[in-house]
């Protein structure tokens, strides 16, 4: 399940996922939520179930986000290891495709706003 919610006194939105998604559903919310988001964007990705996600997945993701990003920079929130690791081999292939935008991941929601606020 993926929502999404505006931090108000930041405007920055935040989509929270959790628990097991699927390739469709997150390039789904890409397509039709990006057109409308705040410069300032943060997955927060602490509850979710990223197990059967592939390297193919990634490159969906973020052939999706290269078309549709109008925002400046995108904070991806993962608190276990496991999910920070694919969270980084995903702004890789990000990187690669050639999305253009400023990303980073963090392991603390904080310092995810404070980065996307510098």
């Known amino acids: 399940m993926i929502t999404r919610h505006l931090i108000k006194d930041r405007e920055i939105t935040e989509f929270v996922m959790e628990g097991p998604t699927t390739v469709a559903e997150m390039v789904d919310i890409i397509k039709s939520q990006y057109p409308t988001v705040t410069k300032l964007l943060l997955w927060n990705l602490s509850a979710w179930d ?4 592939t390297e193919d997945d990634m490159w969906r993701i973020a052939g ?14 993962g608190e276990s290891p496991f999910v920070f690791g694919m969270l980084q081999m995903y702004t890789s292939h990000s990187e690669m495709a050639g999305v253009p935008l400023k990303m980073e991941v963090f392991r603390d929601r904080d310092e995810a706003i ?3 606020e510098d």
């Open 50 to 53: 990223v197990s059967s996600f």
């Open 64 to 77: 999706a986000a290269k078309i549709h990003s109008v925002h400046e920079k995108t904070a991806f929130l």
């Open 114 to 116: 404070e980065w996307l």
